[in-house]
């Protein structure tokens, strides 16, 4: 069964919101900030959207990888329309909004070097543990605080942890907007792909590029279908990286067409280390 929500949150969860935010409901997925007397939680639930069926299952995948990652306070199950999840909130503000104050889209841009190390250390540190995220974007980037830490959200596309097959989905790419060369290519001649950490780093650099400038890595027009923005990405060479310093020199490795071109993260963050 489809519905478009947005849903309540179902009176089996365990969790008692003494005041409750929607946040979004789009593409089978509705979102809550919820305060409760055990702190402040996201309550995400997954339905078959129309084009869809795995963002039903996307909230119990997230909360198996969650976990697995040591995240004790995560919990998830089954609702009426698909899956849940809730896991702590992360305080501060998504990347692209962030950095909109040094957006800009003429004249080189110079964002913050350290927000872009705190994104990276966090994309670093699921890379240690042996997991690959496959979402990177700039709305999964929480930031806080002045001396800059970084939270690395969306963890339902993940690979790297064992997931049971009832909560499991093939990755079919990601948003295409930070989608790497290879993945493209994967994803228009079989349909599927991997995740990877190169393809991570690729999708840090498309990243920081779009929080930074407002272009995407690749030119195609906005009414492009998924295929034709997939063949840009395989047939093209990413936009000039218009962004000064350091990390414009970064964002060009991060985005080198072929994934052995390309520094890890570690890499990415001893350099910026360095440059700040
Ligand atoms: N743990 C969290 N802490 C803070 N904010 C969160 C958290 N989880 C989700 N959010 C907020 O909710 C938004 C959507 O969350 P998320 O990306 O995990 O869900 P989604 O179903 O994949 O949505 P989308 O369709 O945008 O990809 C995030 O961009 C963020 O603003
Ligand atoms: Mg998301």
Known sequence: MTGVG??????????????????????????????????????????????????????????????????????????EQGTWNLQPWHVGTDLQRRWEPYRTREKASRPPLPDALAC??????????????GDV????????????????????????????PWCDFAYRG??????????????????????TPQADVYALGATLLMAATGWRHVEYPDDASRPQQRRAIVNGT??????????????????RYDADDRPTVREVCDAMEHAV
Not at 140 to 155: K, M, P, R
Request: net charge negative.
């Open 174 to 195: 990601c948003l295409v907007h930070y989608e790497s060369p290879e993945i493209s290519r994967r994803v228009l001649e079989d349909g599927e792909a991997a995740p």
């Open 238 to 255: 990413h936009r000039h990286v218009n962004v000064a310093g350091a990390l414009g020199a970064l964002i060009n490795e991060m985005l």
């Open 120 to 133: 990276a250390r966090a994309l670093a540190e699921l890379h240690d543990r042996g997991v690959n995220h």
């Open 6 to 79: 947005p849903f309540a949150i179902p009176d089996h969860l365990p969790v008692a919101p003494t005041s409750q935010r929607l946040v979004l409901n789009r593409r089978g997925s509705t979102v809550w900030d919820a305060e409760t007397p055990a702190g402040r939680f996201a309550i995400k639930l997954g339905y078959a959207s129309e084009t869809h069926a795995w963002t039903a299952l996307a909230p119990a995948r997230e909360g198996v990888v969650l976990q697995a990652l040591g995240s004790d306070a995560v919990r998830y199950g089954q609702w």
């Open 137 to 164: 974007q700039p709305a999964h980037f929480i930031l806080s605080g002045e001396l800059t830490s970084g939270s690395l959200i969306d963890l339902a596309l993940a690979r790297g942890t064992e997931v049971p």
